[in-house]
Each structure stands twice: as C-alpha cells, then as structure tokens.
C-alpha cells in the first residue's frame, strides 16, 4: 500500500523546484558576468594605451603598428564590450522556462 501524496506535498515540493531554479539562475548569471569582467580586463590590458578604434586605425595610419597588430586590437576592443553571448541567452532562457512551469504547477495546486 503506498503512502497518499497530498496536494500540498506536492506545492512544497514544486516551490522546493523553483527555489532551485531560482538559486541555478543566480549562479549562472553571476559566473558569465565574472567571465565577461575578466576577458574585460584581460583585453584592457593587452590594448595598452589604445580606447577606441580611432585611436588604433591612427597609429596604423602613422605606421606605428602593422596591419596584424591593427587588427589583434580591433579583436581586443570587441572583447572590452559587452557581448551577447547566445549560449548564456539560451541557458536564462531554459531556466526561466523550467521556473515558469514550476510555478504554474504551484498556481494549478493551489487553485
């Protein structure tokens, strides 16, 4: 004979599940922003005393870097912006889904 699972078992369980969607979210949120500031920081310190693609396409048009060296820094000041990174969408994306059913079976429990 197996033990009855109660509505309200089950909303404890289903507000446990969005708890942990939300706790996941805020983790993975927090590691691309910690990833974004180090390949930030990293491209701020290679650019050197270059800050805009102006100042790099100057010093090219002087002849004071080659044709590489413009284009490794153009590459670098891509990187100092912030990007959109289409996997870290799709993962919000996908928790935010599983957080949405989790709270719409909650609301059907409930209601």
């Known amino acids: 004979m197996g033990a009855t699972v109660l ?3 089950i909303v404890k369980v289903q507000t446990w599940w969005m708890g942990v ?3 996941i979210t805020r983790q993975v949120m927090d590691d691309e ?3 974004q ?3 930030r920081k990293k491209a701020e310190k290679s650019l050197g005393e270059f800050r805009t693609f102006a100042d790099v396409q100057d010093a090219y048009g002087c002849g004071v870097i080659s044709e590489k060296k413009r284009d490794k820094l153009y590459d670098l000041l891509e990187q100092v912006k ?3 990174d289409r996997t870290y969408q799709m993962k919000l994306d996908m928790l935010s889904e599983m957080y949405q059913i989790a709270k719409q079976a909650v ?3 409930k209601g």
């Open 107 to 109: 609301e059907d429990h």
């Open 37 to 39: 500031a180090r390949a």
């Open 33 to 35: 922003e910690k990833r």
């Open 7 to 9: 509505d309200s078992d």
């Open 21 to 23: 969607v939300k706790q």
């Open 82 to 84: 912030p990007e959109e």
